[in-house]
């Protein structure tokens, strides 16, 4: 069984940084996309950075220059650098691992359980 273990998530002043980690854990021959969505108070989930086993990403415009999303395939760890933040940052953030080989078969769209960030002004 694959699981997602968030760590990260924190207070932080408006202009601060975060650093986000995700590692999966289990027996994992491969993830292909790993990424980042968040969800605020009231508000639908949504994607913040995703990154391909090839290096391709995708990030959501409103974070577009100021996060950046990494990762460590030998760790099976996925991380999100967070710089510039502001309030409307806040939210609980959502690791997730898509098309997962494992040696019990393919899984898709496995989820953590989220960290929370918070941005004061």
């Known amino acids: 069984q694959v699981q997602l273990v968030e760590s990260g998530g924190a207070l932080v002043q408006a202009g601060g940084s975060l650093r986000l980690s995700c590692t999966a854990s289990?027996?994992?021959?491969?993830?292909?996309?790993m990424g980042w969505y968040r969800q605020a108070p009231g508000k639908q989930r949504e994607l913040v950075a995703t990154l391909t086993n090839g290096g391709h990403t995708n990030y959501a415009d409103s974070v577009q220059g100021r996060f950046t999303i990494s990762r460590d395939n030998a760790k099976n760890t996925v991380y999100l650098q967070m710089n510039s933040l502001k309030p409307e940052d806040t939210a609980v953030y959502y690791c997730n691992a898509d098309d997962v080989t494992t040696p019990w078969g393919r899984f898709t769209n496995i989820w953590g359980q989220g960290t929370q960030v918070t941005v004061s002004s």
């Open positions: 289990g027996r994992i021959f491969s993830i292909n996309t």
